[in-house]
């Protein structure tokens, strides 16, 4: 089983539909969760960071942990054709060294 | 400002030149990581640096070889690679590499690296 399981499978919606995004993990050590915007042929862009389980917001995305299952969710509101990108998520543990363990990565197409 | 650069943007090489990417960040940060990520895949941690000193290497070939000048600049220095070493090389930073998660990865753009 890999330490984090991400649906790669392309998914496309019109603009202004909620993007709903997710990624499990097995490793219980993990405590800090990224979720990474990646544009084609560019670097990963942090978009959100999270700590404790709960729900954090920023403009139209909310990043959604939940410890208890090792289910990390991100959402995206009222998506643009901007938004259009693969979305990477990334955690790692508390303490040593930083390794982020990744998912596959999801490509997100907004379609105007 | 969570700036990261990365030259040249593009590579061409033949598989017997040498040539080196490079880094550079002004955050302050202390820890430089190589990232090697294929189409379609997840970044691969390729190298980390703490301090001016190497203190991840994953098993790279050494026809990678990295280097860290001072606490701003890392390059790779690639020499005899193979056509399977295309990808995109991805530079990042953080406050120091050794405070686990809380330490937050900012990535550069990245080098798009062809070997023919």
Known sequence: ?112 | DTEVTQTPKHLVMGMTNKKSLKCEQHMGHRAMYWYKQKAKKPPELMFVYSYEKLSINESVPSRFSPECPNSSLLNLHLHALQPEDSALYLCASSQDGTSGGADTQYFGPGTRLTVL
């Open chain 1, 1 to 112: 089983q890999k330490e984090v399981e991400q649906d790669p499978g392309p998914l496309s919606v019109p603009e202004g539909a909620i993007v709903s995004l997710n990624c499990t993990y097995s490793n219980s050590a993990f405590q800090y969760f990224m979720w990474y915007r990646q544009y084609s042929r560019k670097g990963p862009e942090l978009l959100m960071y999270t700590y404790s389980s709960g729900n954090k917001e920023d403009g139209r995305f909310t990043a959604q942990v939940d410890k208890s299952s090792k289910y990390i969710s991100l959402f995206i509101r009222d998506s643009q054709p901007s938004d259009s990108a693969t979305y990477l998520c990334a955690m790692s543990g508390r303490y040593g060294n930083n390794r982020l363990a990744f998912g596959k990565g999801n490509q997100v197409v907004v379609i105007p």
